[in-house]
């Protein structure tokens, strides 16, 4: 085992070479023979499609010249109104009748070819086929099979065209007559060039990054390493941040817990102002504390794939109403004026988790009062497409289109003088985004600086409010 480890270690560089190599290979065959076989079915399929447009197009002629079918002067006018019209899509369009053993055309858009006698065995076959029903054949595989010189050389000059044909019948759905269209192919090996051409750029231009590539294949195994080391010490960071800040919690729970009870004067009363003032900013800080503690704790649930919801249906009005009763009194300590505008009709009930969209409202609401200076905070709801649509909107501070870009990032926050002296972490609306993406909702944010903002929170309604 050793022995073998040793060896490939020692020839890493030609092991390396030859992937590089192999690559080199394989990689333009597998796309060039992958884009040949998507030219062949898209150009299969696309001929299918002219097939079924010719049928189509052969019953419409069929009804419009059924009545016509005694009178070549009037099909001869009809079928020259038609190609005139359609002059992109067919080459020629023509009437031919049964003349003994072959066919006489008797209407043409090509009119020198009037009285001609085709012995072509194709109309044969489209004379025998069902009513309303009729055959398709490529110009180049009638060019093989006839012996007729002047119509090669008549296929040679006009291109590649599909020529159908089918029996057409009277007022009496008698056969009376065959209809020949030749519908042009043009566009189709336009396209078919344009695409291989196209595909041996994109050729020309693998085999070069795949050339590049392999000049720095051999960094590339150390690259792995070192990615392999960065998600070790990552997951290092996640388990570390999850210790921690479990450990946090229970010092943070007594600090909080006992300054509490002193402030309340569990333990005597606090005469001296100043200390009183202390314990405060205490109780503030640890406040603020157990908010990071548990912001960080959500970071590392919701990376390592932990966080859980338990999605099911709710009314979300009740919970509206518990959160702006629990932000009332800040809300009422910065003078704003916080208000719910009910619906009149009653909300149906949504697909959340009940103490997720407790979290979500709370950190939302909060960052309306936090950033709002003045006037108030609107929270309303709407039914928008089978959506129950949540809006907070607040007469604050607003945000500048670029500073609304990296919202959502990580320990991003918007920095200017209005923001300087507001706490925060920088992760709830991180953490916010994620727990509604986890409910299977969505959250946008629009805002003016000077203005206001408006965040929307949208959840899905349950089926059973439909």
Not at 214 to 241: C, P, R, T
Not at 337 to 348: A, D, F, R
Not at 399 to 415: G, I
Request: with cysteine.
């Amino acid at each position: 085992m050793t022995t073998l480890k040793d060896f490939f270690s020692k020839n890493k560089d030609i092991f390396q070479l030859a992937y590089g190599l192999i690559l080199l290979i394989l990689i333009p065959l597998l796309i060039t023979y992958n884009t040949v076989s998507i030219i062949n079915r898209y150009n299969k399929s696309i001929d299918v499609s002219i097939q079924r447009h010719a049928l189509a197009i052969g019953r419409s002629i069929n009804v419009l010249i059924k009545n016509d079918l005694d009178s070549n002067k009037s099909l001869q006018t009809k079928v020259q109104q038609l190609v005139s019209k359609n002059s992109d899509d067919f080459q020629n369009i023509e009437i031919l009748v049964p003349d003994g053993e072959n066919f006489k055309i008797i209407a043409s858009a090509n009119e020198k070819n009037i009285d001609k006698v085709s012995q072509l065995d194709y109309y044969h076959l489209a004379w025998r086929s069902e009513i309303d029903k009729g055959i398709a054949t490529e110009s180049l595989s009638i060019a093989a099979s006839s012996d007729d010189k002047e119509l090669i050389k008549e296929i040679s000059s006009q291109g590649r065209f599909w020529l159908f044909a089918m029996p057409i019948t009277d007022s009496d759905g008698e056969k009376k007559a065959i209809l020949s269209l030749r519908l042009s192919s043009k566009i189709i090996d336009d396209l078919t060039s344009a695409n291989r051409n196209y595909s041996l750029y994109i050729l020309i231009v693998t085999i070069l990054i795949v050339t590049l590539f392999l000049s720095i294949a051999i960094k590339l195994w150390d690259y792995v390493i070192l990615y392999k080391k960065i998600k070790e010490v990552n997951q290092m960071k996640d388990e570390f941040m999850s210790i921690a800040s479990h450990e946090l919690r229970t010092p943070l729970g007594a600090i909080k817990g006992y300054t509490s009870l002193i402030l309340e004067g569990s333990f005597g009363k606090i005469s001296d102002k100043g200390m009183k003032k202390g314990l405060e900013r205490i109780m503030i800080s640890a406040e603020r504390l157990d908010t990071l503690v548990n912001d960080l704790l959500d970071v590392s649930r919701i990376e390592q794939g932990r966080m859980k919801t338990d999605n099911k249906n709710i009314q979300a009005e009740p919970i509206i109403q518990e959160i702006i009763s629990q932000l009332e009194v800040t809300a009422k300590q910065k003078g704003l004026k916080l208000k719910y505008e009910k619906q009149k009709n009653k909300l149906p009930l949504i697909i959340a988790d009940n103490e997720k969209l407790k979290q979500v409202l709370i950190n939302l609401i909060g960052n309306s009062i936090k950033y709002t200076e003045k006037g108030t905070v609107k929270i309303t709801t709407i039914i928008k497409n089978n959506k129950l649509e949540i809006k907070i909107i607040d007469t604050g501070i607003g945000m500048s289109a670029e500073d609304q870009k990296n919202l959502f990032e990580k320990f991003h926050r918007v920095q200017n003088e209005k923001t300087c002296k507001i706490t925060g972490t920088g992760l709830g609306l991180w953490i916010t985004k994620k727990i509604v993406e986890l409910m299977n909702g969505k959250i946008y944010i629009e805002s003016m600086e000077g203005i206001g903002t408006q965040v929307t929170v949208e959840l899905n309604v349950a089926k059973k409010s439909l």
